[in-house]
């Protein structure tokens, strides 16, 4: 096997099972493909084909909590989630690769910032204990968050929660199981519009996606025996290094 489909899959791998135990898995993948001469735009978009059976996965398992939701409420969201989604794919299509490479690095500080104040911000918007917002402000923060999961996945689940916490949900049950619905129903239009746009490497995403689906597997057993702020450390750390390295490839 060669380095390059090492890296690719070990990436993958080790994504999956981040994303299984505390999110993250997008710092490995992006630059995983686009160490393998993947162009930044295609990689994006290849990475995010790669980890969407984790997000169809952890939906399935937020089965009950999404069954004692408004249906109308949760219509909404499937709408908005499908809309926003399909907004953010199309502005990627249309982004030049030299433009996105200016923007990844950015992009990775934003969400390595997210997940790093991630325990403290929720902890905060729990303390608030905020009373529920109106329907205009959630349907305004499920579709911009949405439009930005679509352009780029990195952070997406803490900027779920932390909307959700914003909004005044103070059932963090339910709270998890709208983040896991809004991002796997953006992420699979989303998929959908970068394989029709023709930015998918499928010789890369499709293997890297079977190696996610196992390290997602294995993450669920084994993450439990790390102690979560060595984990969290760990990811963070990762997103720094990997946001320095895109800053040096200029």
């Avoid at 030049?96 to 690095?105: G, L, S």
């Avoid at 290094?241 to 200029?250: E, T, W």
Wanted: net charge positive.
């Amino acid at each position: 096997m060669s380095l390059e489909w090492m890296v690719l899959l070990l990436a993958a791998l080790l994504a999956g099972g981040l994303n299984a135990v505390a999110g993250g898995g997008s710092f490995l993948t992006l630059p995983a493909l686009v160490f393998a001469g993947v162009p930044p735009v295609a990689a994006n978009a290849s990475g995010t084909l790669a980890l969407l059976p984790g997000y169809v996965a952890s939906t399935l398992g937020f089965r009950r909590e999404l069954g004692s939701l408004d249906r109308r409420r949760l219509g909404l969201t499937l709408l908005l989630s499908l809309v926003g989604g399909a907004a953010g794919a199309g502005l990627l299509l249309i982004t030049p690769n030299a433009a996105f490479q200016r923007i990844v690095p950015w992009l990775l500080l934003l969400a390595t910032l997210l997940f790093a104040l991630a325990p403290w911000l929720l902890a905060w918007l729990a303390r608030r204990g905020k009373g529920e917002a109106g329907a205009g402000a959630a349907a305004a923060g499920v579709a911009i968050v949405s439009v930005y999961g679509g352009y780029f996945n990195g952070g997406l689940g803490i900027l779920l929660l932390a909307m959700y916490g914003l909004l005044g949900e103070r059932s963090l049950n339910r709270a998890n199981a709208l983040k896991n619905l809004v991002s796997a129903v953006l992420t699979t239009i989303a998929a959908v519009l970068y394989a029709l746009g023709g930015v998918v490497v499928w010789q890369k995403a499709l293997p890297m996606m079977v190696a996610a689906v196992i390290g997602g597997y294995l993450g669920a057993r084994l993450g439990r025996r790390l102690p979560p702020p060595i984990l969290r450390s760990a990811i963070v750390l990762t997103g720094i290094v990997m946001a320095a390295l895109f800053f040096a490839r200029g």
